[in-house]
């Protein structure tokens, strides 16, 4: 069995289908400026270190 094949056995398993005909699918704009305010926002602000994992 494939990497693939195993993943989504699991995911079906979970009641999950993946189905890759949605990869094809394009990123609205709206999701790609919010993208890029969250990594800005993140460089002027970073994160605590007490959050952060090891």
Do not use: C, W
């Not at 990123?27 to 994992?53: D, G, N, W």
Request: glycine share 2%; no cysteine; hydrophobic share 35%.
């Amino acid at each position: 069995m494939k990497v693939v094949e195993k993943n989504i056995t699991k995911a079906s398993e979970r009641g999950m289908i993946y189905n890759p005909s949605l990869d094809d699918l394009p990123v609205p704009q709206i999701a790609l400026e919010k993208a890029e305010k969250a990594k800005e926002t993140l460089r002027k602000y970073p994160i605590p270190s007490h959050f952060k994992r090891n």
